[in-house]
């Protein structure tokens, strides 16, 4: 080949490749340009998505996109804009005692939970202020623990946050010490003229050997500015809440009406010297989280699901009592006594309950993840947690007062009791996997709502509407306007 074929050949080469480059730039780029799009702006995310079914008042309105329930893009669009905004319940107070730790998942949060002697909870994220390592495995169960010990290089903590040691390092005051005989050690090699090696040669006790010295130190290193990162933490009674954006309202506020309408409960709840663990479960369920929610939310289905509920606890005798707060309430007073374990006599109640609550259960459910049946003599609690678009694991725990344990033959009292719930959420599981089955029908487009029964269900995709288009507003309660579902949407 000439020099100049060469010269040609290499040159319309590299017009080829010149021509190739720009082309798949363009796709690299437009590609990268259409899934931004994709990921940043999700139907769901915008108010005209809702306008024709959850915004419209209650007798018009219909109920929920049913892909809200399956879409994988939205699942990952909640875990900001639903699981970091709100107060989401990572367990109880009885699963912790004083001088323990545990973890939580909250959307892509892995949350280090402790309880110092104190007795106080606190929340932190659950890394190591050193590279990085993950300081109590998400797999661990909660366990007793005074001081909580990172497993790569040792790195100790207290419960209380604060980093007590980090092994072979010195503290800054340490620090400042050894750097000063250091820049001693180095005055002498510049005065005298010697090496280094001739110095340390020279030392006997090996007292000035700057290596020595310098392995250990790192400067401007403060412990304490090296403790866990905390995470806003608060309880009510003994459920415990965590804020991860840190800008929810103070908990308080955020629950409305709910501290208030068990407020007795709460007082003896809170102290575990009054409380036991009656009965803790783990469910899984192949559905969406937000179908268990809504589940819970309404007792339309009550003679349908769950026939042998209604005799302790019957259709005609729930009252709806919303106020204001990222909740849904309603309670049945007086409870019957239809012979089912529940019965209002099967048990010691709590004590000091005003005599309205001697004979009344309260239904709460607390955006986004937590519902219970509060009775006079047990606190049945479902808490959610979700894996994956269809898969929530449900963590349910039943609290009563340790009176119970005087009871004769209370073992066998406290099972039933336990199993009774737990019959009543496998029911409720049953139909919720067969929803989520339903949904996903292509000529199902939403449905509507019952005015009497499902008025808190419009509440709860309301407050999930607000939140998805990033809407920040405490929900109203009823007592504000006729009785509805806290929304009236023009
Ligand atoms: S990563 Fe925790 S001590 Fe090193
Ligand atoms: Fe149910």
Redesign the pocket.
């Known amino acids: 080949m000439s020099t100049s074929t060469y010269v040609a050949s290499v040159m319309s080469r590299a017009v080829r490749l010149q021509m190739a480059r720009p082309a798949s730039r363009q796709f690299r780029q437009l590609s990268r340009c259409l899934s931004t799009i994709s990921a940043t702006k999700h139907p769901s995310q915008t108010e005209s998505y809702f306008r024709n079914n959850v915004r419209l008042p209650l007798d018009e309105a219909q109920t929920m996109n049913p892909d809200l329930y399956s879409d994988a893009t939205v699942y990952e669009i909640e875990k900001k804009a639903i699981w970091e905004t709100t107060w989401v319940c990572v367990g109880t107070t009885t699963e912790y005692e004083k001088n323990s730790a545990g973890t939580a998942k909250v959307g892509d949060h892995s949350i280090l939970l402790t309880r110092a002697k104190d007795g106080l909870m606190r929340a932190f994220e659950n890394v ?6 993950q ?1 109590h495995p998400d797999s661990e169960p909660i366990c007793a623990k005074k001081t909580v010990v ?6 100790c903590y207290s419960l209380d946050g604060r980093l007590l040691a ?1 092994p072979l390092m010195t503290s800054s005051e340490g620090g400042k010490k050894a750097e000063k005989r250091i820049a001693e050690i180095e005055a002498q090699i510049r005065d005298t003229g010697l090496t280094e090696e001739e110095i340390i040669a020279l030392d006997k006790d090996k007292m000035l050997k700057p290596s020595a010295i310098a392995s250990s130190i790192a400067k401007k290193f403060d412990k304490a500015e090296y403790s866990l990162f905390p995470i806003r933490c608060e309880t009510l009674g003994h459920m415990i809440f965590v804020n991860i954006d840190g800008n929810a309202p103070p908990l308080n506020e955020y629950l409305g009406c709910v501290p208030k309408q068990i407020q007795e409960h709460c007082e003896i709840l809170r102290d575990e010297t009054q409380v036991f663990l009656a009965g803790s479960k783990t469910y899984d369920s192949k559905c969406n989280w937000k179908l268990l929610s809504e589940n819970f939310m309404e007792y339309y289905h009550l003679p349908s699901v769950h026939p042998s509920l209604t005799l302790v606890s019957s259709v005609d005798n729930h009252v709806r009592t919303q106020g204001p707060g990222y909740n849904t309430s309603f309670v049945t007073s007086p409870l019957t006594s239809g012979g089912t374990p529940l019965d209002p006599g099967a048990a010691p109640h709590f004590p000091n309950l005003s005599a309205y609550n001697n004979q009344t259960a309260w239904f709460h459910y607390i955006f986004p993840n937590v519902f219970y049946f509060c009775l006079p003599h047990s606190f049945f609690m479902v808490r959610l947690d979700p894996q994956s678009p269809e898969h929530t694991i449900e963590h349910a725990t039943l609290v009563m007062h340790k009176s119970t344990l005087d009871m004769e033959g209370y073992e066998g009292k406290v099972r039933d009791i336990f199993n009774f719930y737990d019959e009543t959420n496998l029911e409720d599981i049953e139909i919720c996997e067969s929803v989520q089955r339903g949904v996903k029908a292509t000529g199902y487009k939403g449905g509507r709502f019952s005015f009497r029964f499902e008025e808190t269900i419009h509440r709860f995709q309301n407050m999930y509407a607000d939140l998805m288009i990033g809407l920040r507003r405490i929900p109203e309660g009823d007592e504000t306007k006729l009785p509805g579902s806290g929304y009236s949407c023009s």
């Open positions: 190591c202020r050193h590279r990085g390592n300081l990172c497993k790569y290089h040792r790195w980090a």
